[in-house]
């Protein structure tokens, strides 16, 4: 439907400048108007799967999957921005440029607390570290570890979805789970 509304603008465009006497493209709704297009969240099933195959990628596949955290905040969190106490992350996103709390789910934050008494790290040191490496992973690399997770996870099988467009956006949770994200107080 994008490319299609794409097209239509094109031609619209085409039109106003007096290009073309008539729009080719007919557009019946608006991008995002049926909700059933959308992504699909995975089963209880299809996370199970993907949970075992997770191994040294655990931590990864949980903080998307809770936090619905975009890639470049994932990558880019660091254990400063969580609060212990609370149990949630403070986090100035780097798309929209706004705080947002999100709180941590218990299973997600006995995980971080699990890597932070392994690494001992600083408050700047990333969430998110290679496993063999021990460095920040890149967008890229995230990008093939996530890949690499759903073949593990499928081993074989076809894919329900487009993994790593839902392990990121908070779609890697039961349907029934809700991502609990507030606007920090200004």
């Given at each position: 439907m994008l490319d299609v509304a794409i097209l239509h603008?094109?031609?619209?465009?085409?039109?106003?400048?007096?290009?073309?006497e008539k729009n080719p493209v007919r557009l019946e709704g608006r991008p995002g108007d049926n909700p059933g297009g959308?992504?699909?969240p995975f089963t209880g099933d299809e996370l199970a799967k993907l949970?075992?195959?997770?191994g040294e990628d655990l931590l990864m596949f949980q903080l998307f999957g809770w936090t619905g955290l975009r890639r470049s905040d994932a990558i880019g969190l660091t254990r400063g921005e969580i609060d212990w106490q609370s149990a949630e992350i403070s986090r100035l996103t780097q798309k929209r440029k706004?705080?947002?709390?999100l709180p941590i789910p218990q299973e997600l934050f006995f995980a971080l607390e699990a890597e932070r008494h392994h690494r001992q790290p600083n408050l700047q040191d990333r969430v998110l570290l290679h496993p063999g490496a021990n460095k920040p992973l890149s967008p890229k690399r995230v990008y093939e570890r996530v890949k690499a997770l759903g073949r593990r996870g499928w081993s074989g099988e076809r894919a329900p979805a487009p993994l790593s467009r839902?392990?990121?956006?908070?779609?890697?949770?039961p349907r029934s789970e809700p991502v609990g994200c507030r606007e920090a107080p200004r």
């Open positions: 603008r094109i031609f619209a465009f085409a039109v106003e400048t007096e290009l073309i959308g992504a699909q949970r075992a195959a997770a706004k705080r947002v709390v839902h392990l990121r956006g908070g779609h890697a949770r």
